[in-house]
């Protein structure tokens, strides 16, 4: 069952077409890695998805409702009460965390159940600390993220997303900024939340992982859907030159 | 011939520089507290994507900020009571002058915090589904006031000594009746020098006060103090 649908997404900054003419359709239970080079837009199509930029033309569909409105002109615009319905069905983790400092592991979980669902303290809280022991620092509920590692501050940022009980999931480069030694633990969670079948796409740079949890890879190169196919096929035997340069180019390659 | 210091004549009118501390203390707390309100929402304007909520809020900002606090003081004052028939009190006058010409300053403040702020604190909220009021409110604000409060406390310094101004239109403010005390004991050099003494412990203790609220809202990870 199709839960996200883009026909034709193109995006443009200035005067660089980011994106040109992306079709995706993404199944309930898909996990779908996004690889490419820098500059592939790959991060864009992720942000375009939950409207964190704004798609420049083309369509998304979720759960067969065409999001946005069509303009005179045959652009679209988008509503900010509907981008807020949205996005708090797709959820997104990001590669810098973006936790809010002043707020605890805890608060940072809670902060979307009290200000955007309005939920009491009490039942936002035992919710918070649910999601919490889940990425598995319960112990941490009361520590500033200051005082976190990059690792435990990626779970809480994975925490507070998933308190939102997304229908899918966006994790945009999530061990990239990393130590080495921490990417392991963020992984990890992500993986169990692989094996309870949620939706999830993932631009990484992590092969070996995309191989292991992903059901679909697609390569982007210049902002268009190079190859796709079962991680088997395109991150073993590539058809495309590109994607073979690209799998060459990255060492640590193993499976 | 050595100057003969004598202060006993200053501190026999002290009763009447209390009530002038007092008076600097209420035209500065009036406008401190309308000038923060003020500059506020002057800054969200100003920051506003759209242009006609934009450019007013920078047109006042610049006007208030380009002109000479008293020359604001007696527009106020002698000009508005022409054109519109309101007549105000120095008191009035004056906090309408100080406010708004304090919260121009404390909106480029504001703005200057708001705008400090990582995008991605902007990306978490709205990943969340928090509206541009909400993000505002519960996650850029409270981040910025903390990087604010250094630049917050020199503007409010500036505000208590500006207020000084007042004393031209004859409202009695410490300075005013500092002059008073002055005439009636021929003993300006006396009276100004323990002026500026109450002055300086008044501003001492507040900036004192403010370093200790950035060093316990230090305690909460981010700050300005390092």
């Avoid at chain 1, 949890?213 to 991680?231: K, M, S």
Wanted: proline content about 5%.
């Amino acid at each position: 069952m199709t839960i996200l649908k883009v026909t034709g997404l193109t995006k443009r900054f200035g005067n660089t077409d980011v994106l040109r003419g992306i079709d995706l359709e993404v199944a309930r239970g898909e996990r779908i890695a996004i690889l490419g080079a820098s500059g592939s837009g790959k991060s864009t199509l992720l942000r375009c998805l939950n409207f964190m930029e704004r798609p420049g033309g083309g369509t998304i569909a979720l759960d067969g409702q065409v999001l946005g409105r069509e303009g005179r002109a045959g652009e679209r615009s988008y509503p900010e009460s509907e981008l807020i319905q949205v996005r708090q069905r797709v959820g997104m983790v990001f590669q810098q965390f973006n936790l809010f400092p002043h707020m605890t592991a805890i608060g940072n979980v809670m902060e979307g159940l009290r200000t955007v669902r309005g939920m009491p303290k009490p039942e936002a809280e035992a919710r918070a600390a649910k999601e919490l022991a889940r990425v598995g620092l319960a112990e941490k509920a009361d520590t500033y993220p200051a005082h976190l590692s990059g690792g435990q501050k990626q779970r809480v940022a994975i925490a507070r997303a998933l308190a939102m009980d997304p229908e899918m999931l966006l994790f945009d480069e999530p061990t990239s900024a990393l130590d080495p030694e921490l990417v392991g633990e963020v992984l990890a969670v992500i993986l169990a939340l692989a094996e309870e079948g949620r939706t999830m796409l993932l631009v990484t740079h992590e092969l070996g992982f995309a191989y292991h949890v992903a059901t679909r890879v697609i390569f982007l190169a210049d902002g268009a859907i190079h190859e796709q196919g079962p991680p088997d096929e395109v991150l073993k035997n590539p058809k495309k030159d590109r994607t073979r340069a690209f799998l060459a180019s990255h060492k640590q390659f193993s499976f | 011939m050595a100057y003969q210091w004598d202060f006993s004549p200053v501190l026999a009118n002290a009763p009447l520089l209390v009530e002038g501390l007092v008076n600097t203390l209420r035209i500065t707390g009036t406008a401190l507290a309308f000038g923060v309100a003020l500059g506020l929402g002057l800054a969200l304007l100003r920051l506003s994507p759209r242009r006609f909520l934009s450019w007013p809020a920078g047109f006042v900002i610049e006007v208030f900020r380009t002109t000479p606090p008293l020359v604001q003081l007696f527009w106020f004052f002698f000009a508005l009571p022409i054109l519109v028939g309101i007549e105000m009190t120095p008191f009035v006058a004056g906090a309408v002058t100080f406010s708004i010409q304090s919260a121009s300053f404390f909106a480029e403040v504001f703005r200057a915090g708001i705008q400090s702020i990582e995008r991605g604190q902007w990306d978490g909220a709205r990943a969340l589904g928090m509206r541009h009021d909400q993000a505002m409110r519960r996650i850029i604000l409270p981040q910025a006031v903390k990087r604010m409060i250094p630049a917050f406390m020199e503007r409010a310094i500036e505000l208590m000594k500006t207020t000084t101004l007042i004393a031209t239109i004859s409202y009695a403010d410490l300075l005013f009746a500092a002059n008073e005390v002055s005439q009636k004991t021929f003993r300006p050099l006396e009276t100004y020098t323990v002026v500026a003494l109450i002055y300086f412990v008044v501003i001492f203790l507040a900036s004192q006060v403010a370093r200790l609220v950035e060093l316990r809202l230090a305690r909460s990870g981010e700050s300005t103090v390092h």
